[in-house]
């Protein structure tokens, strides 16, 4: 049976992750802050819940993250910045996911196709920027980009046949999103899963360290 591990299972996006992810026969370990203590931005938690894990696991799937950092919305000019906000963004959305990928990989098989994937924002595309703005949260996706970039060439030598990849949801109708959603088309949570899933399913290990949407398509970086 193929077995995931959904790390921010709690949420919009992951429980539906989960929820997808189980009806379709796969065995899920689900682990978020709320109902396991895995705090992205604390190492020694992710190191706890992630050691109690026995693999291998096929799918390791981060769907983690905040659009508000420090509790500040995001910033709509330079002088809305702050350090505490930029600190944050940069905890959750880009330190957070490679530190799950740090404890995580020893539960990633060396033997046959094993993805790892984290949830980015078309917004971290510095090649896509035409409206500015949302400077913390546009530079912790990008910086989560670069991170797994990096690491797919790190993997790439121990696991052959794993893929390392970030993905951009789309717009999901959830309370992450709610209040910035404006003119966006929004989907559902069990459909973004779903597009989500039948993204992974179609790579292979010449997609490692690549930035994908929600059809597939290759996001600029």
Sequence with gaps: MERALVIGASGGIGAALCATLAGRGVSVTALSR???GLDVTDEASIARCLG???GPFDLILVATGVLNGAGQPPEKALK???PNALAHQFAVN???PLLVL???LRLMPRDRRAVFAALSARVGSIGDNRLGGWYSYRMAKAALNQGLRTAAIELSRTHPRAICA???PGTVATPFTAAHAARHPTVPPDQAAANLLAVIAR???RATGGFFDWSGARVPW
């Design 80 to 82: 809305s910045l702050t």
């Design 94 to 96: 880009a330190a957070g």
């Design 203 to 205: 790579l292979d290990a």
């Design 102 to 104: 740090k404890h995580g």
């Design 166 to 168: 970030a993905l951009h």
């Design 34 to 36: 709320r109902d396991h």
């Design 52 to 54: 109690a894990l026995t």
